[in-house]
């Protein structure tokens, strides 16, 4: 019998048990490890399978930029705690058209400004950035460090360290059924076993509303997300030496909201450029076997020749020697921010739905989880209502 069982073991769970264990001793996290087949896999995937997500301040909503301060604030204490490095503070960059009808960077600039954020604007792209360009009537704000990137793998791999030293229990199964007691909840597992909590804390994000976890439906939206990785030789790598990252509102027909990270160094010991946006070609999918489907096999290749040429346009003369595509998912709530709520009096909570830009902002995500799920009420300064479930 657990004080606390967490269901799901990606960025927000892990963040969610970590500050849960804490509070006691007494505490287990459940989810599968990253499969090393995903053909062959069976059950769900998460999130953080990658080496680069940017992390910053800035944001064009100030409830996100106010995360993303949270979470920079503790990811030396984090680095220290877990032996494990996951932060790199490179700077970024938010370029976009300086048209009447694009208030892109007057709304960062007015967010950056009411919380004192460090920034500075530019119309030519700054010159320790020269190997970057952008269409003539774009502009920017180059945010430095602490902006940057984080190592999604390594950050979960440093939560876990965390909680596995303050005397958490890890559990490398899938959760298929949640069934609440009079006094505790039960849960069962892909794998054939039971386990009994308080509280359980469901951090599931795109499969949230998949097999029997809870009361009732959740309204979420899984999307599609299609990157692209660019190979590059360690020549290009050095040419390419202090970039920051990049989000471009891009004029395009096809692609919308790029992100774009530095050079960095993938699991197989080579060096790849990640790009990713939204495409005309994204759908929404609503059940287990299209998100399971999706992400073993969809037809991602087929916005390779779009997104290939906007990263080529944004770093002019690339010289790579590779080029494939990802795929993975993206859940939004209504509200646009994440979902943490009480489902069930005293037992049963939720913390679950990126809109895209939580894995920089995990941390303090999973804080906010923790303290609901402890104090079974609200107790932040920021509002309850951005991410209730109901109005």
């Given at each position: ?15 969610v048990?970590?500050y ?8 287990a996290v ?17 999130s953080?399978y ?13 409830v996100?930029?106010i ?17 494990v ?6 700077g970024?960059l938010f ?10 960077l ?11 954020v ?9 010159e320790?950035f ?7 009537n774009?502009g ?6 602490p ?22 229990t890890?559990?490398?199964e899938?959760?298929?059924?949640v ?6 909840v ?8 039971q386990y009994?909590?308080?509280k ?5 994000g795109?499969?949230?509303n998949d097999?029997?976890?809870l ?5 979420l939206?899984v999307?599609t997300e ?7 030789e ?10 920051p990252?990049?989000?471009?509102e891009?004029?395009?027909?096809h ?6 990270l530095?050079?960095?160094q993938?699991p ?6 990640k790009?990713?946006c ?8 609503s ?11 969809g037809n991602?290749?087929h916005?390779l ?19 494939q595509t ?15 709520d009480?489902?069930?009096?005293g ?7 990126g809109?895209g830009?939580s894995?920089k ?14 104090n079974?009420?609200?107790?932040d ?11």
């Amino acid at each position: 019998m657990f004080d606390y069982l967490v269901i799901g073991k990606g960025l927000m769970g892990t963040a969610v048990a970590k500050y849960l264990s804490n509070v006691s001793n007494n505490v287990a996290v459940l989810g599968p490890d990253e499969p090393t087949d995903w053909a062959k896999h069976e059950g769900v995937f998460a999130s953080h399978y990658d080496q680069g997500r940017i992390t910053r301040q800035l944001s064009k909503d100030e409830v996100w930029s106010i995360l993303g301060q949270r979470a920079i604030q503790q990811y030396a204490e984090i680095e220290a705690q877990s032996g494990v490095q996951f932060y790199f503070p490179v700077g970024g960059l938010f370029v976009a058209p300086q048209t009447d009808d694009n208030q892109y960077l007057q709304q960062v600039d007015a967010i950056g400004q009411r919380l004192g954020v460090d920034f500075t604007h530019f119309d030519a792209v700054p010159e320790q950035f020269a190997f970057l360009q952008f269409p003539a009537n774009c502009g920017g704000i180059h945010e430095p460090a602490p902006a940057g990137y984080i190592n999604p793998r390594s950050l979960v791999a440093a939560q876990l360290k965390i909680f596995a030293d303050n005397g958490g229990t890890i559990l490398r199964e899938t959760a298929v059924s949640v069934l609440p007691e009079s006094d505790y909840v039960n849960i069962k597992t892909l794998e054939g076993n039971q386990y009994q909590a308080k509280k359980i804390i469901i951090a599931t994000g795109a499969f949230t509303n998949d097999y029997d976890l809870l009361p009732h439906k959740l309204p979420l939206r899984v999307k599609t997300e299609t990157i692209i990785l660019a190979e590059i030789e360690e020549k290009e790598v050095a040419r390419l030496a202090g970039m920051p990252t990049v989000i471009y509102e891009i004029e395009s027909p096809h692609l919308q909201d790029i992100y774009l990270l530095p050079p960095i160094q993938y699991p197989d010991g080579r060096f790849y450029l990640k790009m990713g946006c939204n495409t005309s070609a994204d759908r929404t999918l609503s059940s287990l076997d299209e998100r399971r489907e999706w992400l073993i096999s969809g037809n991602s290749d087929h916005m390779l020749t779009p997104m290939r040429a906007a990263l080529e346009s944004i770093i002019p003369n690339l010289k790579a020697i590779s080029w494939q595509t990802k795929r993975c998912l993206i859940t939004y709530t209504e509200k646009g921010y994440p979902a943490i709520d009480e489902l069930l009096k005293g037992q049963l909570y939720v913390v679950t739905a990126g809109n895209g830009s939580s894995a920089k902002s995990s941390d303090a995500i999973g804080q906010l989880a923790a303290s609901l799920a402890i104090n079974e009420t609200w107790q932040d300064s920021l509002a309850q209502h951005h991410f209730a479930l109901g109005n």
